[in-house]
């Protein structure tokens, strides 16, 4: 998957086994961001280390952001078994 370029919806698992849903039009600088920058969201700067476990393309900032939504309103259960068919 391109990393850059676009808009993309991911899910990180974070160390404490948790997720965290985000959007971005440069995936591999803001994994890279939440791993270890000071601009890593503030939930997962205490979470590390954070692990990329799921990503998907958008068409623009609004789509990403509504299935962002969609994906923060899902159960863990429903994450992981998202998680579970992405990774095949």
């Not at 160390?15 to 969201?41: M, N």
Request: proline share 2%; net charge positive; hydrophobic share 35%.
């Amino acid at each position: 998957m391109n990393s850059s370029g676009g808009w993309f919806v991911y899910i990180l698992r974070c160390g404490d086994g948790t997720f965290y849903t985000g959007i971005t039009t440069d995936l591999s600088r803001r994994v890279a961001e939440h791993r270890g920058g000071k601009r890593g969201a503030r939930y997962t700067r205490s979470r590390r280390p954070v692990v990329l476990v799921y990503a998907e393309p958008a068409l623009s900032r609004s789509a990403a952001a509504q299935r962002e939504y969609q994906l923060r309103r899902l159960s863990v259960e429903a994450k992981r078994l998202l998680i579970a068919a992405w990774r095949g």
